[in-house]
């Protein structure tokens, strides 16, 4: 059974482009979550998807950052314009239904770098 | 605010030993306390995780865990640590009620010793 995809592994891009990260969670799951993790700051939730429905995205860090979720199999973060302090390695996991006891299921990264 | 510390960095422990790594966290009402484990270059990996019941928790490769309501901890083991333990490991919580957030601890690094 596939586990979270996320596409691509690696992104290098230049200050001011567009820069789109996709992600595929687990068939079944409804709660889509993506994490940016740095070095500094550790693991950081961005934005939580459940039912395909943006319920918390506090942690967007400004309006550059932007995250859609179509349908239940599919989710983008799109960073507009991209900043060097924007590389870092950005997480999407997924979990099942449930009363929030249940874990999370991570893909294994973009690892974005702006020069 | 909910909140997890990690007080180690990192934590040496030759290959046989008992590893010990520990959490402690904050929250309010009653806890959902999680580990995973972060091998190089991977994503996150789910190791055990404690709803409610018996305070002892096993999870994948051998691990184990305890939950303190009293010392609000809930430290990571393994009897015996092999070299391929060697990761960074992430304790995380949320509230059991309503939606919360799960707040991922800063990570501790498991250095396993041959």
């Known amino acids: 059974d596939a586990g979270v995809i996320q596409s691509p592994r690696h992104e290098v891009t230049e200050m001011g482009q567009e820069v789109t990260l996709r992600c595929k969670p687990i068939s079944g799951h409804n709660s889509l979550f993506w994490y940016r993790q740095t070095m500094m700051r550790g693991l950081e939730l961005l934005i939580y998807f459940n039912n395909n429905v943006p319920i918390d995205d506090s942690g967007m860090p400004e309006d550059r950052f932007s995250a859609k979720m179509p349908n239940a199999s599919f989710s983008t973060l799109k960073i507009q314009p991209s900043e060097p302090r924007d590389s870092a390695v950005y997480f999407c996991a997924s979990s099942p239904p449930g009363r929030g006891g249940n874990e999370q299921y991570f893909g294994p990264g973009t690892r974005l770098t702006v020069t | ?114």
């Open chain 2, 1 to 114: 605010a909910q909140s997890v510390a990690q007080p180690e960095d990192q934590v040496n422990v030759a290959e046989g030993n008992p590893l010990t790594v520990k959490c402690t966290y904050s929250v309010s009402g009653n806890p959902y306390l999680f580990w995973y484990v972060q091998y190089p270059n991977r994503g996150l990996q789910f190791l055990l995780k404690y709803i409610t019941g018996d305070n002892l928790v096993k999870g994948s490769y051998g691990f184990e865990a305890e939950f303190n309501k009293s010392q609000t901890s809930f430290h990571l083991k393994k009897p015996s640590a092999l070299v391929s333990d060697s990761a960074l490991y992430f304790c995380a919580v949320r509230s059991s009620g309503g939606y919360q957030k799960v707040t991922f601890g800063i990570g501790t690094k498991l250095q396993v010793i041959p």
